[in-house]
Protein backbone atom coordinates (compact mmCIF):
# COMPACT_ATOMS: atom_id res chain seq x y z
CA UNK A 1 0.00 0.00 0.00
CA UNK A 2 1.51 3.38 -0.93
CA UNK A 3 1.78 6.45 1.02
CA UNK A 4 -0.44 9.34 0.65
CA UNK A 5 2.14 10.84 -1.22
CA UNK A 6 3.94 7.80 -3.26
CA UNK A 7 3.32 7.44 -6.96
CA UNK A 8 1.77 3.25 -7.48
CA UNK A 9 3.68 0.75 -9.74
CA UNK A 10 2.14 -0.29 -12.73
CA UNK A 11 -0.04 -2.82 -11.28
CA UNK A 12 -0.86 -0.71 -8.64
CA UNK A 13 -1.92 1.42 -11.65
CA UNK A 14 -4.22 -1.29 -13.44
CA UNK A 15 -5.74 -2.49 -10.02
CA UNK A 16 -6.92 1.07 -9.19
CA UNK A 17 -8.28 1.94 -12.57
CA UNK A 18 -9.63 -1.12 -12.88
CA UNK A 19 -11.68 -0.80 -9.27
CA UNK A 20 -12.52 2.71 -11.14
CA UNK A 21 -14.05 0.66 -13.73
CA UNK A 22 -15.93 -1.66 -11.94
CA UNK A 23 -17.25 0.71 -9.85
CA UNK A 24 -18.57 3.13 -12.56
CA UNK A 25 -20.17 0.42 -14.52
CA UNK A 26 -22.04 -0.94 -11.14
CA UNK A 27 -22.65 3.10 -10.58
CA UNK A 28 -24.20 3.11 -14.26
CA UNK A 29 -25.92 -0.40 -13.77
CA UNK A 30 -27.58 -0.17 -10.00
CA UNK A 31 -26.96 3.73 -9.27
CA UNK A 32 -23.93 2.92 -7.01
CA UNK A 33 -20.27 3.20 -6.30
CA UNK A 34 -18.08 4.66 -3.92
CA UNK A 35 -19.36 3.28 0.00
CA UNK A 36 -20.30 0.14 -1.23
CA UNK A 37 -17.99 -1.11 -4.39
CA UNK A 38 -14.87 1.58 -3.98
CA UNK A 39 -14.39 1.63 -0.58
CA UNK A 40 -14.08 -2.08 0.28
CA UNK A 41 -11.85 -2.85 -3.40
CA UNK A 42 -9.58 -0.35 -1.67
CA UNK A 43 -9.80 -1.84 1.75
CA UNK A 44 -9.80 -5.70 0.65
CA UNK A 45 -7.70 -5.46 -2.84
CA UNK A 46 -4.61 -3.07 -1.58
CA UNK A 47 -5.36 -3.22 1.90
CA UNK A 48 -5.68 0.39 2.06
CA UNK A 49 -6.76 1.44 5.50
CA UNK A 50 -10.51 2.34 5.40
CA UNK A 51 -10.31 6.48 6.21
CA UNK A 52 -7.68 6.64 3.34
CA UNK A 53 -10.19 4.94 1.12
CA UNK A 54 -12.83 6.48 2.22
CA UNK A 55 -11.24 9.92 1.50
CA UNK A 56 -9.62 8.57 -1.71
CA UNK A 57 -13.23 7.78 -2.95
CA UNK A 58 -14.96 10.76 -2.15
CA UNK A 59 -12.00 12.45 -3.74
CA UNK A 60 -12.36 10.43 -7.10
CA UNK A 61 -16.03 11.31 -7.11
CA UNK A 62 -15.48 15.32 -7.60
CA UNK A 63 -16.39 17.62 -8.62
CA UNK A 64 -18.34 18.50 -6.55
CA UNK A 65 -19.78 15.40 -4.97
CA UNK A 66 -17.91 14.90 -1.82
CA UNK A 67 -15.73 18.19 -2.07
CA UNK A 68 -16.00 19.00 2.13
CA UNK A 69 -15.69 15.51 3.00
CA UNK A 70 -12.90 14.92 0.90
CA UNK A 71 -11.46 18.43 2.01
CA UNK A 72 -11.53 16.89 6.05
CA UNK A 73 -10.29 13.29 5.25
CA UNK A 74 -7.46 15.43 3.18
CA UNK A 75 -6.69 17.67 6.06
CA UNK A 76 -5.85 14.40 8.01
CA UNK A 77 -3.81 12.82 5.56
CA UNK A 78 -6.21 10.44 4.47
CA UNK A 79 -6.84 11.13 0.85
CA UNK A 80 -4.70 9.47 -2.08
CA UNK A 81 -5.09 11.99 -5.17
CA UNK A 82 -3.37 9.58 -7.22
CA UNK A 83 -5.47 6.32 -6.84
CA UNK A 84 -8.61 9.19 -6.88
CA UNK A 85 -7.75 9.81 -10.30
CA UNK A 86 -7.10 7.11 -11.68
CA UNK A 87 -10.73 6.34 -10.06
CA UNK A 88 -12.56 9.21 -11.59
CA UNK A 89 -11.25 7.87 -14.64
CA UNK A 90 -12.39 4.50 -14.49
CA UNK A 91 -15.86 5.93 -13.22
CA UNK A 92 -16.64 7.54 -16.01
CA UNK A 93 -15.95 5.17 -18.51
CA UNK A 94 -17.73 2.44 -16.21
CA UNK A 95 -20.53 4.37 -15.37
CA UNK A 96 -21.19 4.97 -19.34
CA UNK A 97 -20.88 1.13 -20.26
CA UNK A 98 -23.12 0.14 -16.70
CA UNK A 99 -26.18 2.69 -18.09
CA UNK A 100 -26.04 0.66 -21.33
CA UNK A 101 -26.18 -2.78 -19.83
CA UNK A 102 -28.73 -1.48 -17.09
CA UNK A 103 -30.93 0.37 -19.85
CA UNK A 104 -31.62 -2.90 -21.56
CA UNK A 105 -32.27 -5.71 -18.80
CA UNK A 106 -35.93 -5.68 -17.07
CA UNK A 107 -36.38 -4.38 -14.23
CA UNK A 108 -37.20 -7.73 -12.61
CA UNK A 109 -34.12 -8.81 -13.50
CA UNK A 110 -32.16 -5.71 -12.41
CA UNK A 111 -33.57 -5.65 -9.60
CA UNK A 112 -32.49 -9.17 -9.14
CA UNK A 113 -28.90 -8.60 -10.16
CA UNK A 114 -28.90 -5.98 -7.67
CA UNK A 115 -30.12 -8.39 -4.99
CA UNK A 116 -27.28 -10.83 -5.40
CA UNK A 117 -24.70 -8.46 -5.69
CA UNK A 118 -25.90 -7.00 -2.51
CA UNK A 119 -26.47 -10.55 -0.91
CA UNK A 120 -22.66 -11.48 -2.02
CA UNK A 121 -20.86 -8.28 -1.09
CA UNK A 122 -23.02 -8.80 2.73
CA UNK A 123 -21.36 -11.96 2.58
CA UNK A 124 -17.92 -11.24 1.83
CA UNK A 125 -18.27 -8.11 4.64
CA UNK A 126 -19.42 -10.65 7.30
CA UNK A 127 -16.61 -13.06 7.26
CA UNK A 128 -13.73 -10.82 7.05
Same mark, same amino acid.
Given at each position: ??????? $??????????????? &? @??? %? @????? &?? %????? $????????? $??????????? &??? $?????? %??? #? !? !?????????????????????? !??? &???????? #? #????? *?????? *??????????
Amino acid at each position: MLSTGES $PDSMQTIIVLTIGIV &A @GVL %G @GFFGL &AG %GIVIV $PALVFVLSM $PTQTAVGTSLA &ALL $PPVGLL %GAM #E !Y !YKHGNVNFVYAMLLAAGLMAGA !YFG &AILAVRMS #E #EMLRR *AFAIFL *ALLAVRLFIR
